[in-house]
């Protein structure tokens, strides 16, 4: 059974739909490729700033209480994100006014005004100050972590930015970011609910069919993955717990070892029996959670522990998730733990099919990055997964050369040095 539809308007619009006739709700979604990665140092935070900007009206709705009222007579409330790699707009919609829905969308991307600049630069820099201590040092792990793994490219860089790019993005830089990259051929429309394919890709050309724009340039290649010496960064912060994130560079989702990297991130890190809760939580008692993250970019990639925990608690930790990667090295999953795993993971893909948001976001996601990956597409990589695969990937990965970590809060001086010897010693078998 097709999963998706999908026609390209003349302009180089994609529309896609996701059928799902027993909803009632849609979810209309828009796609852009562009985001951290396609910036400058001058330039940082452009992407996310511009998509700030598109909330503050349009030439059909001459604010931004206009455009969200409109979004509200559908059924909707818009919302967007900006990551390194792409900015999403979405909103649930009434499916009997899916058109309107497609119809705003439409005049957000086309026709923004651009309005109340200074307001919402304000509103971002108090965004950017929330990961900043009161010493104005970075604490956001997520964003230590990505100086160290891309030391010197914008992959290393928050999204968000920082305040001196900030405060110097001028309205002519928006505008010309928005020219550049907001273009129908840098552009997926996903609509997922109760649709007829045919009607949204008429509402499509309707309200988008005008709408032209050049190629987008491509975003900064990374070439750095050949295994770099381990780098730490701690960060003294106040409050009662330490911070620990440990960390994998990768190389990026196209690889031979995406799949498996998919699995070991469930086995890790996904619910009460993964390994990492089982060990730190269960059996140890030294964390209420710890988790596991996944990010793949088109050329790298990293795998992420992150958990907080006890001053004198942190080498401890820091031993145990490191005899679980030791564990990984050395020892195949047992098929019992395989299978457990597995079948998880094909409950939460049938479940997906359940939600509008996820269908729309999987189809779009895959068009605009050509990682086409249907629910079909994922089952039918799982079952292909060994343990001995696993272990392979782990041996290859998860090594000394590509691990990197942030230590962010009240550590005390003995503490790192504990920290520091351990990891100085890990040598996966």
Same mark, same amino acid.
């Given at each position: ?27 209309? /979604?828009?796609?852009?490729? *562009? $985001?951290? !990665?396609?910036?400058?140092? +001058? ?8 998509? &700030? ?101 914008? /992959?290393?860089?928050?999204? *968000? $930015?920082? !305040?001196?790019?900030?405060? +110097? ?8 970011? &928005? ?251």
């Amino acid at each position: 059974m097709q999963e998706y539809l999908c026609n390209t308007l003349a302009n180089g619009l994609r529309v896609i739909s996701v059928p799902m006739p027993h909803h009632h709700s849609a979810e209309v /979604l828009v796609y852009i490729g *562009v $985001g951290g !990665r396609y910036e400058t140092s +001058r330039k940082a935070g452009v992407s996310h700033f511009l998509e &700030h900007m598109l909330f503050k009206g349009t030439t059909d709705f001459p604010s931004g209480l206009a455009l969200e009222r409109a979004f509200e007579a559908v059924g909707g409330s818009a919302n967007a994100a900006t990551d390194s790699e792409n900015t999403c707009f979405h909103s649930r919609v009434h499916p009997n006014h899916i058109a309107e829905g497609i119809a705003l969308f439409g005049s957000m991307m086309q026709r923004p005004l651009f309005r109340d600049m200074e307001m919402e630069r304000r509103v971002i820099l108090e965004e950017a100050m929330g990961d900043l201590n009161e010493s104005g040092r970075q604490i956001n792990s997520d964003n230590i972590i990505a100086t160290l793994l891309f030391p010197n490219h914008p /992959l290393g860089k928050p999204t *968000v $930015g920082n !305040r001196p790019a900030i405060e +110097r993005l001028t309205l002519r830089q928006l505008q010309q970011h &928005h020219s550049t990259y907001y273009t129908p051929h840098n552009t997926v429309l996903a609509v997922a609910g109760p649709v007829d394919h045919q009607q949204v890709v008429a509402a499509a050309e309707e309200y988008f069919g005008k709408w032209q724009g050049d190629k987008a340039p491509a975003p900064k290649a990374w070439s750095g993955f050949s295994g770099t010496e381990r780098s730490f960064r701690w960060v003294r912060d106040a409050g009662s717990q330490v911070s620990l994130q440990l960390a994998f560079l990768l190389p990026g989702r196209d690889s031979e070892h995406a799949v498996n990297l998919r699995v070991l991130r469930r086995l890790l890190g996904w619910g009460g029996m993964s390994r990492l809760m089982l060990r730190l939580r269960e059996e140890l008692g030294l964390t209420y959670a710890v988790d596991a993250a996944l990010g793949l970019y088109a050329d790298a990639g990293t795998l992420a522990i992150d958990l907080a925990v006890s001053t004198e608690n942190l080498a401890k930790a820091t031993t145990a998730i490191l005899e679980i990667f030791n564990e990984l090295h050395a020892i195949e999953v047992t098929d019992d733990e395989l299978n457990h795993i597995l079948n998880c993971y094909r409950c939460d893909l049938d479940y997906s099919r359940d939600q509008v948001d996820e269908m729309a976001l999987r189809y779009a996601w895959g068009e605009l990055t050509g990682s086409h990956r249907t629910i079909a597409d994922d089952l039918a990589g799982i079952d292909k997964v060994t343990a001995a695969g696993l272990r392979q990937t782990a041996r290859e990965l998860l090594t000394t050369t590509n691990l990197h970590g942030a230590i962010v809060g009240p550590y005390r001086t003995r503490d790192r040095k504990k920290v520091e010897t351990i990891i100085a010693a890990w040598q996966p078998n």
